[in-house]
């Protein structure tokens, strides 16, 4: 079946600091890529997608680029703010054609912590 | 705000008792999907409706259905209750053509607790 694999965290950043946080994914066919963040005491906040090959997904200054020949879609940014800590969620969901099943399925999400 | 609603945001009940949660999806939505968030298990994907009918069902245990009304709103029963029930139990909204891609709008969530 589909799985998203994400880095462990936590992950503990300076302020303004680059930010990976890698996402590979098994699935059949292609499908759609996410990002979504979790802020504390929060639901699910769409961050970012991709919904083929080589799209570049772009949002507040993440990017993230689905990659079909590694099966990735990792997470950057440039510049960290301390209003960037919550939890980041990579999640895919299948391309479907004559259905209406997008059922989303997740990593198991990293906590990043942005310092001062 | 992503245009969904869910109640209640929190609910503290006994085990072996019966809950109801309530989502209303983003208007002009027709797909519904539950989520449970739990820190053993994750994000785990549990049922789908579209349009008022059963499309998907993922790890939902028996003890637990849901149904969309005509108006697309939808409810998630939760039954017998037992401690390891307590999660956060999200709902998610999309538009869910017949083709192509969707995007899945989430609402606040219901922090359930089981004592």
């Known amino acids: 079946g589909d799985s998203v694999t994400q880095m462990e965290g936590p992950v503990t950043l300076s302020e303004e600091a680059f930010l990976t946080i890698n996402c590979t994914y098994t699935a059949t066919g292609y499908p759609s890529l996410f990002w979504y963040v979790q802020y504390p005491g929060e639901g699910l906040q769409l961050l970012l997608k991709?919904?083929?090959?080589?799209d570049k997904g772009s949002n507040k200054g993440f990017e993230a680029t689905y990659r079909k020949e590694t099966t990735s879609f990792h997470l950057e940014k440039g510049s960290v703010q301390v209003s960037d800590s919550a939890v980041y969620f990579c999640a895919l969901s299948p391309r479907n054609s004559g259905g209406s099943n997008y059922k989303l399925t997740f990593g198991k999400g990293t906590l990043l912590t942005v310092n001062p | 705000d992503s245009g969904v609603t869910q109640t209640p945001k929190h609910l503290i009940t006994a085990t072996g008792q019966r809950v109801t949660l309530r989502c209303s999806p983003r208007s002009g939505d027709l797909s519904v999907y539950w989520y449970q968030q739990s820190l053993d298990q994750g994000l785990q994907f549990l049922i789908q409706?579209?349009?008022?009918?059963?499309?998907a069902k993922g790890n939902i245990l028996e003890r637990f259905s849901a149904q969309q009304f005509p108006d697309l709103h939808s409810e998630l029963n939760l039954s017998s209750l037992e401690l390891g029930d307590s999660a956060l139990y999200f709902c998610a909204s999309s538009v869910a053509g017949r083709t192509g891609t969707d995007t899945q709008y989430f609402g606040p969530g219901t922090r359930l607790t089981v004592l």
């Open positions: 409706y579209y349009n008022g009918e059963e499309r």
């Open positions: 991709a919904t083929k090959a080589d």
